[in-house]
């Protein structure tokens, strides 16, 4: 079945590193891939995200990559700051219908 | 503007009792999603309301679960006999129309109800 996965549960690095975080996914016909930020206690936050038809796209700070030849997302936040810190889920958009598939999430603890 | 609110934000009850929890979405918003996330883990879809279509349950984990949405906007979501598995936060979504043109629109999330069963 379709699913979306993550590669590190959790990340922690140093206030203003850059950060990198990736996911896999197994259905090669989603057409649509979105970040979510999720803060404690907080509903996931929409951060960017890319439509197969592009293989990068950049917003304030945060970049994300898709390569469809091995079905690997990537979300990298540049500078990061304390306020980066959250857990950080990849979602895709099954062709068949509105519902988002969601990976497990990595934590990113950011260091002062 | 306003975004989606939930009620109640947290819910505790004892196992074998009926619950029900609201989402309100963004006005004007067709597209209505319900979720669960389980500790430490992803958001697990339920199921969702688009306009006047019949609703996709595809995610509903058993019969003991159901939603309806009245009137096009509120949204309750149903668990009879509440088990402890059943423990989780429920996250309610909205979105302007899915469907031919609507692929990417965003969804908007709302806080959760965090439902622990005792």
């Known amino acids: 079945g379709e699913s979306v996965g993550l590669h590190l549960p959790t990340l922690s690095v140093q206030e203003g590193d850059n950060s990198i975080i990736n996911c896999a996914y197994s259905?090669?016909?989603?057409?649509?891939f979105i970040w979510y930020k999720q803060e404690s206690g907080k509903g996931p936050q929409f951060i960017i995200d890319i439509r197969s038809n592009m293989d990068k796209r950049q917003g304030q700070r945060v970049t994300v990559l898709l390569n469809k030849t091995v079905k690997h997302l990537s979300l990298q936040i540049a500078a990061t700051q304390p306020g980066d810190s959250a857990v950080y889920f990849c979602a895709e958009k099954g062709w068949q219908g509105g519902k988002l598939i969601f990976g497990q999430g990595t934590e990113l603890s950011v260091k002062p | 503007g306003a975004g989606v609110s939930q009620s109640p934000s947290n819910k505790v009850t004892e196992k074998g009792k009926d619950v029900e929890l609201r989402c309100d979405p963004i006005?004007?918003?067709?597209?209505l999603y319900w979720y669960r996330q389980s500790l430490g883990q992803g958001l697990e879809f339920l199921i969702y309301f688009q306009g006047n279509s019949a609703p996709d349950k595809s995610g509903l984990p058993s019969d003991r679960f159901s939603a309806e949405r009245t009137g096009g906007s509120v949204s309750t979501l149903t668990i009879q006999r509440t088990q402890q598995e059943d423990s989780a936060v429920y996250l309610c979504?909205?979105?302007?129309?899915?469907?031919?043109?609507?692929?990417?629109?965003?969804?908007?999330f709302g806080p959760g109800t965090r439902l622990t069963v005792l």
């Open positions: 259905n090669s016909a989603s057409d649509y």
């Open positions: 006005s004007g918003h067709t597209a």
């Open positions: 979504a909205s979105s302007q129309r899915t469907g031919a043109g609507g692929l990417y629109n965003e969804q908007f």
